[in-house]
């Protein structure tokens, strides 16, 4: 009896002990549920428009700090623009690939498939990794950089490097590209040596008579156009300063068109006109022994700006505003090498020169008269680029309000069109007292000649991208 007393406790214990051990194998595989099921998955880190428009801003600021001349700064735009739409445009079909399209340009690198990579984040690391490879003032950019790259990090650490990474190799596969378009060949080129003999060749202007920009730029390789010269605009009116000539007529017209706008004085809204497009990048101020320099952005970028405010208003998604801002900028720039081509080959007299010789010693013009040759008009063909694939993009009778100067003291003005804006930034240059008629006109066609050449040679987009506004 008392054996079976004993067994039949210690049966009794070895149940109870059986238990508390399954007891505390389930409590412990309950807590690592709860505690797995308590921890988060990763937030995807989203990008808009917005980011891109501010990557853009922030090159454009840097560049105005930096005082990059108008042909050189079309260049930052078209690389880093094309390095982010490189990559985006793999994540969405309707936009096709500009390699084979765009000269010597190779396929980029592919995407490990095996990582999880945000294409957006891909294409912003490469725009600002390739913008900052482009100007001086590379610790701006990298300030910046951190600001955004720190914010993504914590929100997906993994995500964000692999995403980070992939740009970084875009960029670097761009930069390789970038760097046989003989910029840097351009750079130990001889200085341009001014004509004195030849009464009709250019010659440095005041206040400060510096040499002229940027002489070999028809050296540069075009992203799209056959060649430098394939838009050789026609002939100016031959040189003359008989009193009856054409020529003579379009001094005359530049000359009285300014001493109209000086009585006006700030009334006159050709002034405001001539003030809205200056794009001057480096306006020097004298006086007395003192000088200081005015900074503003150039006409290419006055133009990016109208590709925001476009993009902005029709809601442009981040994909589509990349496809507008590189569609702009390879137009833009290739202007720029078509323009500075004629610029150094007819090698045109500015007004200001001719004026100050034969008319009125004394005068002045409007605008500050830049350092380079006056024929084509740079804005003016750079503006009937522009304009011409804007309106591709967004369409005819786009009307907008363009706040691109608000940020250097001028006021908004309203167009109805990109055509419009062109026509009124081609007319400035006479406004401003820097251009003849025929610069003007004749730069504009060659623009838009260009443009439309872009618009039917480079295919960007799958689907119609004509939006009715």
């Not at 853009?56 to 600021?61: G, M, Y």
């Not at 914590?154 to 490097?161: E, L, Q, S, W």
């Not at 060949?185 to 920009?213: A, C, H, L």
């Not at 007319?427 to 730069?443: F, P």
Request: aromatic share 12%.
């Amino acid at each position: 009896m008392k054996k079976q007393r004993y067994m039949n406790f210690l049966n009794k214990l070895c149940t109870i002990s059986s238990l508390k051990v399954v007891r505390k194998v389930f409590s412990l595989a309950l807590l690592i549920v709860v505690l797995t099921s308590c921890q988060k998955e990763p937030q995807e880190i989203i990008i808009t428009a917005d980011d891109y428009h501010a990557a853009v801003d922030k090159i454009t600021e840097v560049m105005v700090h930096d005082i990059f001349s108008p042909p050189v700064a079309s260049r930052i735009y078209n690389y880093s623009n094309i390095a982010a739409y490189e990559i985006i445009r793999q994540e969405e079909d309707k936009y096709i690939s500009l390699v084979n399209q765009l000269h010597d340009l190779k396929s980029i690198p592919i995407a490990n498939a095996e990582k999880k990579i945000n294409y957006k984040v891909a294409a912003l690391v490469a725009y600002l990794e390739v913008g900052k490879n482009l100007i001086f003032s590379e610790d701006r950019v990298v300030v910046y950089q951190d600001s955004l790259y720190n914010s993504w990090k914590d929100i997906d650490k993994t995500t964000f490097n692999n995403s980070k990474a992939y740009g970084d190799e875009v960029a670097e596969h761009i930069k390789n590209w970038y760097a046989s378009d003989n910029y840097a060949q351009t750079r130990t080129m001889p200085k341009f040596s001014v004509n004195t003999e030849d009464p009709s060749r250019w010659q440095p202007t005041p206040p400060d008579y510096m040499d002229g920009i940027e002489p070999h730029w028809s050296k540069i390789r075009p992203s799209i156009i056959d060649s430098a010269a394939q838009f050789k605009p026609a002939r100016y009116p031959d040189f003359s300063m008989e009193k009856d000539s054409p020529f003579y007529k379009e001094v005359m017209e530049t000359y009285e068109v300014g001493e109209t706008i000086k009585k006006e004085g700030e009334t006159s809204e050709k002034l405001e006109i001539a003030q809205f497009w200056d794009c001057n990048p480096y306006v020097s101020t004298h006086k007395g022994h003192l000088m200081f320099a005015t900074k503003k952005i150039t006409p290419g970028a006055h133009w990016i700006g109208i590709c925001k405010i476009a993009s902005k208003k029709t809601n442009a998604d981040f994909a589509k505003t990349i496809y507008a801002y590189t569609k702009t900028s390879i137009a833009i720039a290739d202007a720029f090498i078509s323009c500075w081509d004629e610029k150094y080959r007819s090698n045109l007299i500015r007004p200001e020169t001719l004026i100050n010789q034969h008319i009125d010693e004394n005068w002045v013009p409007v605008l500050q008269t830049p350092p380079f040759p006056e024929y084509t008009s740079g804005h003016s063909v750079v503006s009937g680029a522009a304009s011409t694939v804007l309106t591709k993009i967004f369409g005819d009778n786009f009307a907008f309000n363009d706040n691109t100067e608000v940020q250097y003291g001028l006021p908004i003005r309203s167009f109805n069109s990109f055509n419009q804006a062109a026509d009124e930034a081609a007319i400035s240059r006479l406004y401003g007292g820097i251009h003849y008629r025929a610069a003007i006109d004749l730069g504009l066609e060659q623009g838009r000649s260009l443009g439309s050449f872009v618009n039917k040679k480079l295919k960007m987009n799958k689907e119609a991208s004509v939006v009715t506004k």
